[in-house]
């Protein structure tokens, strides 16, 4: 029976666009066994709401919205974006980022947009 490190070891010797192939597979669809008795393996939902419960810095936060830092700390004074501020450092609620992304950056050009 084949092992976690064995499989992993053999995507590592597929060439790259086979890896990119399996990679999103997991991330898109999980794990799934096609017995409906058996759980999934990877639950994505569940992975999500556990990436979630984690705050993101300022780093992690402009990348996931795709502006700079400097942008959104601007965007932090102006009110545009909520934020804790714990000493000199910023932190982020996910599910707030994530609501943020979906109700005020729909469009790219909002983007470049001064507020």
């Not at 545009?80 to 729909?106: E, I, P």
Request: glycine letters at 4%; a positive charge.
């Amino acid at each position: 029976m084949p092992t976690a490190e064995k499989v992993i070891k053999d995507i590592y010797l597929l060439p790259m666009k086979e890896r990119e192939k399996v990679a999103r597979h997991i991330i898109e669809f999980g794990i799934k066994i096609t017995h409906h008795d058996l759980p999934e393996i990877l639950n994505i939902k569940e992975w999500q709401d556990e990436i979630a419960r984690k705050p993101f810095n300022l780093k992690q936060a402009s990348e996931y919205i795709g502006v700079s830092s400097v942008t959104l700390r601007r965007w932090i004074k102006t009110g545009r974006v909520s934020a804790y501020k714990v000493g000199r450092a910023y932190t982020f609620d996910v599910m707030d980022l994530k609501r943020f992304k979906k109700n005020h950056l729909t469009k790219k050009s909002t983007l470049t947009s001064d507020f």
